[in-house]
Nanobody, 126 residues
């Protein structure tokens, strides 16, 4: 049974930092492209960042470029999202997701992901 478990969310002041962690089990982690998405109530889920099998390639949404960094540790079956310079508009539930990939191509669309975590809330106070 595949499980993705996020942690690290919480309350932070605007301008502050958080690091989200997602630990996977039940899958061959190194074969999966990993991604982070976020969702605000009443809005569609939004792409945040994605990372390749080895971590050598990443992609992120324009809204977080220069502030958020995605990374992974295949030995620990874990993907991270370091979030710096948090803004009120970053407040959302953050989800990690795994996409089985035969080509290693990065994934920006939620429809391309096979497995999802339960989400972790990030709240930014101004």
């Amino acid at each position: 049974q595949v499980q993705l478990v996020e942690s690290g969310g919480g309350l932070v002041q605007a301008g502050g930092s958080l690091r989200l962690t997602c630990t996977a089990s039940g899958l061959t982690f190194r074969r999966y492209i990993m991604g982070w998405f976020r969702q605000v109530p009443g809005k569609a889920r939004e792409f945040v960042a994605t990372i390749s099998w080895t971590g050598g390639s990443t992609d992120s949404a324009d809204s977080v470029k220069g502030r958020f960094t995605i990374s992974r540790d295949n030995a620990k079956n874990t993907v991270y999202l370091q979030m710096n310079g948090l803004k009120s508009e970053d407040m959302a539930v953050y989800y990690c997701a795994a996409a089985l990939s035969l080509t290693g191509a990065l994934r920006r669309s939620e429809n391309e992901y096979n497995y999802w975590g339960q989400g972790t809330q990030v709240t930014v106070s101004s």
